[in-house]
């Protein structure tokens, strides 16, 4: 079975621009949740979704926003990129709302020069 | 403020033995807590995780013990192989995940 798979691998950008990040999540699997995860920390959480609304937020500022399309997937969109933002973009997907048992993809490693 | 606190930072055992890590949350609302483990360039993998009605928890090598009166919980990897050799982090949840910083796991052959 497949697991949770993000696009891409790693993506270098320029400060100022926006970028996309993809993940589809694992097959039956509603919820998906979006964390970064700076070089050395754990993960921090950014949005979940479930049945394509957002059902939490983290602390992130509104350059960060996400959206779940009806086949579960899901985008992450980040706008006005600083430096700051480069990490490893994390997706988990989960069966449920209250998605405890979280599988998480490979990540996206984004750099921003 | 940190919810999640985790020690040690890094630990190294020998082939053989036993591997602990310890975390302790602030948030009382916390009902889920699962350990992950990382390899360099991969997403964390669930290892075991555990709910607060239980004070332990064993599968295979990995055991989670849990005392919800400290707000403790801690990981046991018995018999430690090379294998064993990665990032271990703990977390936390009631809706979604809080993550402490990481231990770096070293079994020496």
């Known amino acids: 079975d497949a697991g949770v798979t993000q696009s891409p691998t790693h993506l270098i950008k320029t400060r100022g621009q926006h970028v996309t990040l993809r993940c589809s999540p694992i097959?039956?699997?509603?919820?998906v949740s979006w964390y970064q995860q700076v070089l050395g920390q754990g993960p921090q959480f950014i949005f979940q979704?479930?049945?394509?609304?957002?059902?939490g937020r983290g602390n992130f500022p509104d350059r960060f926003s996400a959206r779940q399309f009806p086949n579960y997937s899901s985008e992450l969109n980040v706008n006005a990129l600083l430096l700051g933002d480069s990490a490893l973009y994390l997706c988990?997907?989960?069966?449920?709302?209250?998605?405890?048992?979280?599988?998480f993809g490979p990540g996206t490693r984004l750099t921003v020069t | 403020q940190q919810q999640v606190k985790q020690s040690p930072q890094s630990l190294i055992v020998q082939k053989g033995g036993i591997s602990i890590i310890n975390c302790a949350y602030e948030?009382?609302?916390?009902?889920?807590f699962p350990w992950y483990q990382q390899f360099p360039g991969k997403g964390p993998a669930l290892l075991i995780a555990?709910?607060?009605?239980?004070s332990e928890k064993k599968e295979g090598r990995f055991t989670i013990s849990f005392n919800k009166s400290a707000k403790q919980f801690s990981l046991h990897i018995m018999d430690s192989q090379p294998g064993d050799s990665a990032t271990y982090f703990c977390?936390?949840?009631?809706?979604?995940?809080?993550f402490g910083k990481g231990t770096m796991l070293l079994v020496s052959p």
């Open positions: 988990a997907s989960s069966l449920l709302e209250i998605g405890y048992e979280q599988y």
């Open positions: 097959s039956g699997h509603k919820s």
């Open positions: 979704y479930y049945e394509k609304e957002e059902r």
């Open positions: 948030n009382t609302a916390f009902d889920y």
């Open positions: 555990i709910r607060p009605d239980v």
């Open positions: 977390a936390a949840g009631y809706s979604t995940l809080t």
